[in-house]
Structure formats: C-alpha cells, structure tokens
Nanobody, 114 residues
Framework: QVQLVESGGGLVQAGGSLRLSCAAS????????MGWYRQAPGKQRELVAI???????NYADSVKGRFTISRDNVKTTVYLQMSSLKPEDTAVYYC????????WGQGTQVTVSS
C-alpha cells in the first residue's frame, strides 16, 4: 500500500503564490509518474502537471508558465509551485502517483480570491 499526504493548500489573493507538497510512503516501487490534478465544483477532474521517472514534465495549457512541478532527490515527494494564481485556479488539488497501480491523495483546497 502507498499513502499520500498532501499539504500546502489555502486561501490566496489573485496574483499570489502557493506551494503544494505530496509525500508518499509505504510500499513504493518503481514510480512511473507523479502528478497533480484538480477538480473545481461542477467540473471534471483535470490534469494540472505531471513528472515522469525520467524527469520529463507536462503541464495543462492553462497553467504553463505559472506552475512548476518538481520532486525531491529521493523521488518520494512531489511539489507544485503555483504562481500568478487566478480565481479560475480555485479547486481541490489531488496528488497522484502511478506505480503498477494508481494512488490518490485526499485532496487539498486551493481558493484564489479576486
């Protein structure tokens, strides 16, 4: 089993920054990808950013140039640095790790006020 613990969400004004963290623990073997998704009220969950085991990254068009995904050297913690936040970034943000299975964090609320 893999456990994911997220932190770093909160309330911020438009133009501000937040940093999300997701720490993985448990039976972690051969992580293929680590990523962040978000789900706004009434909308489907969508990919925000993803980083592969080879450190390749991919971002949603809506966050390119504003968000940066990274991870620690041990590759068990993934971060999402969010800058120039907009009200439309308001959502619950979920961490996801894919090994031979897909694991999800509990979600952390990000609210951007205008």
């Amino acid at each position: 089993q893999v456990q994911l613990v997220e932190s770093g969400g909160g309330l911020v004004q438009a133009g501000g920054s937040l940093r999300l963290s997701c720490a993985a623990s448990g039976s972690i073997f051969s992580i293929a990808t680590m990523g962040w998704y978000r789900q706004a009220p009434g909308k489907q969950r969508e990919l925000v950013a993803i980083i592969t085991n080879g450190d390749r990254t991919n971002y949603a068009d809506s966050v390119k140039g504003r968000f940066t995904i990274s991870r620690d050297n041990v590759k068990t913690t993934v971060y999402l640095q969010m800058s120039s936040l907009k009200p439309e970034d308001t959502a619950v943000y979920y961490c996801n790790i894919v090994t031979n299975l897909s694991y999800w964090g509990q979600g952390t609320q990000v609210t951007v006020s205008s």
